[in-house]
């Protein structure tokens, strides 16, 4: 199994204020700045900030090749619909994806999977990419995990013709605990969802995901997507210097007798 490349996104979810999110935004930029594989684009580097510094977040990001996503967006393009957000406004400012369907929207706000297709729709339709959370409830074997995975990637509905979707593959059980997933677990079930996926799918692990991870996981995944541990820039500059080191590895050319 080869990859040649490693996708990173961060989601702040609702930890951050707003002067602690314009410093934790000012850290990731500068790491984006600074490190040549997101420069060259061989590691992507997303984050997904609160609504109301996304504009914020965008003027940072500018020159940087960081990309910015949306935690949430409306299944609908416009009207009557306080509070809710469009992926048609989202797409004008510059946003370039928008995460659907993770377990806390689906647990507490009720986002049944026929709204989480209408979502995927939206974004795809107005040139956004569906940044799709998926993962079983409880630990199971990992080919149940995967069924359970791929049946949440059916009932979405996406279109093979609009934008790609990035899979996040986070075990509902996994998310928030102190720990995340076993690595084995991970990378079995990874290996069955690839067996159905498109083979240009990119697909992330999502769950208590820190430093030390993204080594034991790529590349059956082709990346992490972080949350509360990536909100210590600390730990952002570590996971891209794993990545860097994988993306050399893996792009290096192969040497006769010597072992990579």
């Known amino acids: 199994m080869t990859a040649k490349s490693i996708t990173l996104g961060i989601s702040t979810k609702m930890y951050l204020g707003y ?22 684009g061989q590691v992507t580097l997303f984050v997904a900030p609160t609504f109301p510094i996304l504009e914020t977040t965008l003027e940072l990001a500018r020159g940087t090749h960081l990309q910015v996503a949306a935690q949430n967006a409306s299944d609908q393009d416009a009207g009557a619909l306080t509070g809710e957000v469009s992926p048609v406004f989202l797409a004008e400012m510059g946003v370039g994806l928008i995460e659907i369907g993770h377990a806390e929207r689906r647990r507490y706000f009720g986002e049944s999977d026929g709204l989480v297709a209408a979502k995927v729709a939206a974004a795809q339709r107005n040139g956004l990419q569906p940044l799709l959370c998926v993962g079983e409830t409880a630990r199971v074997a990992p080919r149940e995990a995967a069924r359970a995975c791929l049946e949440q990637i059916r009932t979405a509905n996406i279109d093979p013709d609009g934008p790609k979707p990035v899979i996040a593959y986070e075990p509902v059980w996994a998310i928030g605990a102190p720990q995340p997933a076993d690595p084995d677990y991970v990378c079995a ?7 159905e996926l498109d083979a240009g799918a990119t697909l992330l692990y999502g769950g208590s995901a820190g430093p030390g991870l993204l080594p034991r996981l790529y590349p059956y995944v082709d990346g992490l997507f972080l949350g509360r541990f990536a909100h ?20 290096a050319p192969d040497v006769p007798g010597v072992s990579r």
């Open 189 to 195: 079930v990874a290996e069955h969802l690839r067996e």
């Open 232 to 251: 210590d820039p600390r730990n952002i500059a570590l996971i891209l210097e794993e990545a860097t080191a994988l993306i050399s590895r893996a792009n």
């Open 19 to 40: 002067r602690e999110s314009k410093v934790w935004l000012g850290a990731v930029t500068s790491l984006a700045k600074a490190c040549e594989a997101v420069q060259t």
